[in-house]
C-alpha cells in the first residue's frame, strides 16, 4: 500500500506570494491532517479534513487555509506569505476517528 | 490546556545500550499517547500508541513505552540501541476532539545520537 504523498518536496517563494501544497493520503484514509514544523515552534497542528469537512483547526491565522476532495486528496493554501512561514509542512493521513496518522515526507517551503 | 515535556533536548549512547527517552504531559484525563520518529529529511513514523488497557505498550523497532498515571508519563525504552535508531523522537498527547478524533501535541523531542 502506497504511503502518504505530499508534493512538491521543496518550494521557494518570495514573501508576498502564495503557495498550495497539496496531500494524497493512504488509499482508503478519510481523514487528512497538516502540520507546521520549524526549529522555533516545533510541530504545530494546522487543520484536519474528514470527508471534504475541516473537523478541527488549530491556531493559525486565516492566511493558511485548506480544503479536501471527494477522493480525499488534501491541499493547503498559504496566501500573502511571509519569511516566518517557512517551514517543513507535513501531511498526515488516518482511517478516522482515533486511528493513528501516518505522516508523508513533507514540502520544505522556503520564503526569500 | 494540555503540554508535552521531553526534558532531554539531546541524549547520546553507546551502540548496544539501553535507552530510555522520557516523555511528561499535563492533561485532565487520559489521553492517547503517541511516540513517533523522524529521521533526517522526513516524515514522522509511528513507534507505538496508547489508547488505553495495558499499560506496557510493544512498537515497532523493538521499542516500548509505559503509561504511569500516577506520574503523568509516558517513557519510551528500547534494550539495546542500534546505530540505525539515530533519529529525533516525538512525543505526543492526542486531545479529544470532535468527531472523535483527536488534536496531537507534540513535545519539542529528543534528539538521539548514537556512538559506535
Known amino acids: 500500500k502506497a504511503g502518504v504523498t505530499q508534493t512538491p518536496r521543496y518550494l521557494i517563494k518570495t514573501r508576498g506570494q502564495q503557495v498550495t501544497l497539496s496531500c494524497s493520503p493512504i488509499s482508503g484514509h478519510r481523514s487528512v491532517s497538516w502540520y507546521q514544523q520549524t526549529p522555533g515552534q516545533g510541530l504545530q497542528f494546522l487543520f484536519e479534513?474528514?470527508?471534504?469537512?475541516?473537523?478541527n483547526k488549530g491556531n493559525f491565522p486565516g492566511r493558511f487555509s485548506g480544503r479536501q476532495f471527494s477522493n480525499s486528496r488534501s491541499e493547503m493554501n498559504v496566501s500573502t506569505l511571509e519569511l516566518g512561514d517557512s517551514a517543513l509542512y507535513l501531511c498526515?493521513?488516518?482511517?478516522?476517528?482515533?486511528?493513528?496518522?501516518?505522516f508523508g515526507d513533507g514540502t520544505r517551503l522556503s520564503i526569500l | 490546556a494540555q503540554s508535552v515535556t521531553q526534558p532531554d533536548i539531546h541524549i547520546t549512547v553507546s551502540e548496544g545500550a539501553s535507552l530510555e527517552l522520557r516523555c511528561n504531559y499535563s492533561y485532565g484525563a487520559t489521553p492517547y499517547l503517541f511516540w513517533y520518529v523522524q529521521s533526517p529529511g522526513q516524515g514522522l513514523q509511528l513507534l507505538l500508541k496508547?489508547?488505553?488497557?495495558?499499560?506496557l505498550v510493544q512498537g515497532i523497532k523493538g521499542f516500548e513505552a509505559e503509561f504511569k498515571r500516577s506520574q503523568s508519563s509516558f517513557n519510551l525504552r528500547k534494550p539495546s540501541v542500534h546505530w540505525s535508531d539515530a533519529a529525533e523522537y516525538f512525543c505526543a498527547v492526542g486531545l479529544h476532539a470532535s468527531g472523535g478524533s483527536y488534536i496531537p501535541t507534540f513535545g519539542r523531542g529528543t534528539s538521539l545520537i548514537v556512538h559506535p
Open positions: 479534513y474528514f470527508s471534504e469537512t475541516q473537523r
Open positions: 498526515a493521513s488516518s482511517q478516522g476517528s482515533g486511528e493513528p496518522q501516518h
Open positions: 496508547y489508547f488505553s488497557g495495558d499499560t
